[in-house]
């Protein structure tokens, strides 16, 4: 585990959370106070935002600049700029409350919904608001844009609408019972579609349905349903060519394919929680699949889906767990807790090291560095670092971490293993014949690190 935040105006209240797109390093968190919180990667509170009343939906633009707040009792749209950690305001001109934010995948346009069913369409780049009115007869709840730029959006009154990026409908239909979850994707095909994603899935009639809608044909939608035993339908992802990973509350874990020969088989099933299901998420960068039910998380290798590669226990989260993400390189994993807590482990890790003569020195976290010899029978040292490196070197004395144009050297036989003992930056005098850095103090230790930095 990397870090754990439970701050006491979380207490008792489900989180809701988001992962800086892109580059994953902020998370945005949201309890039952009037803020957002923001940590970076390694669990320090970077700043927050202070709203009029609790936020009630977040987002992030494509490219993790921009972080979209609404909340309670306020007609603003709040922008918290990461490059620059400031916040503004935009005026929204609803008149109702809001209740759904999401950017675009491709472009900086940003869609707001209102419980009266109303929309806003902003565009980030040339401050452009496209309001459009009565676009649902009752809140809109939940919606996704496609690669294309289309949007659809699911209300209360038990409609899809699919907008283009002008807010003009291009269709419209009727479901049964109140849409959940929406997503664009591509349906598994013998042919590419020319069209892009042009399959529009979401869950409804309680949760024991998941509907797949052909936008060029949505009045002849597919509807699956499941067996019983499994219950609800808790979450579901899109991956790969065409397949959907299905929770349900029961503690199931179900993938389907959507090729129409294969429509309506389960590809795999498992009990993978025997009691309840919370959450499930997918990272593409790994290839691997995540659940959450009952006090453990089960990671799958997506390549065999029966290749549990690893369980995490937490034993002391007895009020139960709720929502899974994973930052976009796959690095983190973040789960809320129903009783207010964060937790975030690490799932991938850059294999960085060096060596000199028989110790051996490796990062074992992002900001860890241990360095051992087996051979000697040392005691292994753990030196906690300033930054994540790019890169670790080691001599007889000392071990060096880097990223950039900048080295961080920590002392291995001191009485105090693991003290920093000085930070070089480039551009450095290098001797014209070993390329060695060469500084007037401590040249001597730092020759047998064997580092160029450049200049």
Known sequence: IVFVLAEKAWAGSNLLYKWQKSLGNYIAVAGQDNTVKIFDRHGHKWTEINLPGR????????????????????????????????????????????????????????????????????NQQTSRKIPVLGKH?????????????????????????????????????????EPAEIYFSVMKTDERSAQGESTVSLVSVDKKILMLFNINDPGNPIELAFERRYGNIVSYRWYGDGYILIGFSHGYFVVISTHIREIGYELYQAHNHKDCLNS????????????????????????DRKDISSIIQLDDE?????????????QLLALSTQRGTLHVFLTKLPILGDSYGTRLA???????????????????????????????????????????????FYALVDQEPGVCMCVFQTPLS??????????????????????????
């Open 362 to 408: 490796y990062l074992t976290s992002l900001l860890e560095v241990t360095v051992c010899n087996q051979v000697e029978e040392e005691s292994p040292v753990t030196i906690e670092v300033e930054v994540e490196p790019t890169f670790i070197a080691v001599g007889p004395y000392h071990v060096a971490v880097g990223m950039n144009n900048r080295a961080w």
């Open 137 to 177: 007869s009752k809140k809109i709840t939940c919606g996704c844009w496609s690669s294309q730029n289309l949007l659809a959006l699911g209300s209360d009154d038990n409609t899809l609408s699919i907008s283009n990026h002008e807010g003009d409908t291009i269709r419209q239909t009727t479901v049964r019972g």
């Open 430 to 455: 290098v001797h014209h014949h070993t390329g060695f850095l060469i500084k007037q103090s401590r040249c001597d230790w730092m020759q047998s690190f064997s580092i160029n930095l450049g200049a």
């Open 280 to 303: 499930v998420a997918i990272s593409t960068a790994l290839n691997k699949a995540a659940s959450c039910g009952d006090n453990s998380i089960k990671i799958h290798e997506l390549s």
């Open 55 to 122: 936020c009630v939906g977040m987002d992030w633009d494509k490219d993790g600049d921009i972080l979209a707040v609404i909340a309670a009792k306020s007609s603003s749209i709040f922008l918290w700029d990461a490059s620059v950690s400031k916040t503004s305001q935009i005026d929204s001109g609803m008149r109702d409350q809001m209740s759904f934010i999401l950017w675009s995948k491709t472009s900086p346009l940003l869609a707001v919904g209102t419980v009266k069913g109303n929309l806003l369409i902003y």
């Open 318 to 330: 007895n009020k139960g767990l709720d929502q899974l993400s994973w930052t976009d390189d796959g």
